[in-house]
Nanobody, 113 residues
């Protein structure tokens, strides 16, 4: 059972990145998936959620800029991040509950002004 996040990097403000989270060992299509982030010195916060039916929710700070999606055939979740701001700098984690809470290893996103 594993979540593997990838796609982070360094961009300038206004740029875009797409994060991926590949799941293995779970019945991906029935699980609600989440993206969290944790900035230095701050608590981890929920960024976006996608249910098994495709419904989505976003933190107010990313609404209109980030899009969460999933490809059940590939057991993969995505986070398309546009119009990035320096305050989006954080380690991004994918997360789900499947018999227990599962976390990916995190991927660093750095946005410079």
């Amino acid at each position: 059972v594993q979540l593997q996040a990838s796609g982070g990097g360094s961009v300038q403000a206004g740029g875009s990145l797409r994060l991926s989270c590949a799941a293995s060992g779970i019945t991906f299509k029935i699980t609600t998936m989440n993206w969290y982030r944790q900035a230095p010195g701050k608590e981890r916060e929920l960024v976006a959620t996608i249910t098994s039916g495709g419904s989505t929710r976003y933190a107010d700070s990313v609404k209109g800029r980030f899009t969460i999606s999933r490809d059940n055939a590939r057991n993969t979740m995505y986070l398309q991040m546009n119009s990035l701001k320096p305050e989006d700098t954080a380690v991004y984690y994918c997360n789900t509950w499947y018999r227990k809470e599962l976390w990916g290893q995190g991927t660093q996103v750095t946005v410079s002004s």
